[in-house]
Every structure is written in structure tokens, then in C-alpha cells.
């Protein structure tokens, strides 16, 4: 599980600090990211909680994606609003099951 975690938290910070750089949404670490989250799904399927590191980058992941949206204009904007929502959608999947 604690290697599940680490990547994530290394592909999060590289996937978010290139949206912030204006660069987009890199659509390669976006999937590892949401194939990331899947599996810890799996992983923690049965438990009654999410290990502390995990919980601290879903506090703040729809946030410091979605308000980079602004810097970009029409698909991309779009675009990145949709990554924030789908990316908060699986991690709400794994903190309700």
C-alpha cells in the first residue's frame, strides 16, 4: 500500500505542477493517475480508513487543479476541470466504499 501512496503522490505532484506551468493536462500521467487510484481502491476495499497520507493530497486535489483552470482558454480550460472532477470522483470513491 505504501508504494501505491508514494507513486501517486509523485505522479500527483508532476501531473499538477505541469498544469500550473501551463503545459496541460499530460494525458499519459492523468490515466496512471486514475489506474493509481483505482488500485488503491481495490487495495483498500474492506477498511474503515485511509491511511493520513493519502487523505492530505485528496484535501487538496480538486482544488489545486480546478483553479488552474482559469489560466487556459476553451477545450483545454474544459479539459482541466474535467481531470480535477473525474480525479476527485475516484478519490470520493475510495473514502465512501
Known amino acids: 500500500m505504501n ?3 508514494e507513486s501517486l503522490i509523485e505522479k500527483w505532484l508532476d501531473f499538477s505542477l505541469e498544469v500550473r506551468e501551463k503545459k496541460g ?3 499519459s500521467l492523468y490515466e496512471e493517475l486514475i489506474e493509481l487510484l483505482c488500485e488503491i481502491k481495490a487495495a483498500l476495499d474492506g ?3 485511509v491511511p493520513k497520507a493519502l487523505a492530505e493530497i ?3 486535489m480538486y482544488a489545486a487543479v480546478a483553479n488552474c483552470a482559469e489560466l487556459y482558454e476553451d477545450e483545454m480550460q474544459q479539459r482541466v476541470y474535467e481531470a480535477a472532477s ?3 470522483d475516484r478519490a ?3 473514502c465512501t466504499d
Open 58 to 60: 485528496f484535501v487538496d
Open 92 to 94: 470520493r470513491d475510495i
Open 86 to 88: 473525474r480525479l476527485c
Open 25 to 27: 493536462v499530460n494525458e
Open 3 to 5: 508504494e501505491l501512496i
Open 47 to 49: 477498511k474503515d480508513a
